[in-house]
């Protein structure tokens, strides 16, 4: 299925009733959701389950608020919903828009000193499953998805302590993001707005401290990953 292409939206569609929807990182994402909710209407769909991002429903940072427009727009249509909200991503610990996080023994980020409120992709993936399995338990739920919080000087520790590897943090400043983003020709609409959202967080504007959810043990019943499951089972991609 291509979001750009409305006719293989309509064939992927066909004879399905529930649907998990995840657009890309760009700023066309707006009226990709769109075309795709209003296909998803016509072709019988009566269960999206949405991959947004982080945030409450005041959430100013605009590719949070982005995704909050598409929540609305499937909410408009009539289609039963459920919204996803991830916090920081574990797996953004092993690289983020094709660079590598970890250069011997330093780890690296744009957050500066923030506490953030973190998920394994894989836990994400599995409420997702459980979400779409039982439509008639989640439909119109809003779950925010982060369970453990901590700022990346922690997580270095982290690493030295169980890996037995030195590492230690170095918070780089969000201009060279921004500079990154446009000598590689990223999509800067979507790109300035990570841009601000890092020097949010850097400046002390925005912080997930105490941002830790209880929805995954409900729905699943057994607990998230931790930070330090996702650091071992990872360990090689931190070794030198």
């Known amino acids: 299925m291509d979001y750009d292409k409305p006719k293989t939206i309509e064939a992927a569609l066909s004879g399905v009733n529930s649907v998990f929807m995840m657009t890309g990182y760009t ?16 072709s019988g769909v009566n269960y999206i389950v949405h991959l947004g991002a ?13 995704h909050q427009l598409v929540e609305r727009y499937i909410e408009w249509s009539g289609i039963q919903y459920t919204h996803l909200r991830p916090e920081s991503y574990m797996q953004n610990l092993l690289g983020y828009q094709g660079e590598d996080n970890i250069n011997k023994g330093v780890l690296h980020s744009y957050f500066g000193d923030a506490i953030l409120s973190w998920v394994d992709c894989a836990d994400v993936a599995e409420l997702a499953a459980y979400c779409l399995l039982s439509p008639e338990q989640h439909a119109g739920q809003v779950y925010r998805l982060g369970y453990e919080n901590k700022n990346y000087t922690q997580i270095a520790e982290l690493l030295t302590t169980e890996l037995g590897i030195p590492f230690h943090y170095q918070a780089d400043d969000p201009d060279e993001f921004w500079q990154f983003a446009q000598t590689n020709s990223l999509e800067l609409a979507y790109m300035k707005s990570i841009y601000d959202h890092y020097v949010a967080f850097t400046s002390g504007k925005l912080s997930r401290e105490g941002m ?23 360990q090689n991609h931190f070794k030198p």
């Open 27 to 42: 700023i066309d994402m707006l009226q990709q959701s769109k075309v795709f909710v209003d296909i998803a209407k016509k």
């Open 54 to 66: 982080c945030g409450d429903d005041e959430a100013q940072v605009a590719h949070w608020a982005w």
């Open 212 to 234: 830790i959810f209880d929805n995954f043990q409900k729905i699943t019943g057994k607990a998230p990953t931790t930070l330090k499951q996702f650091l071992i089972k990872h």
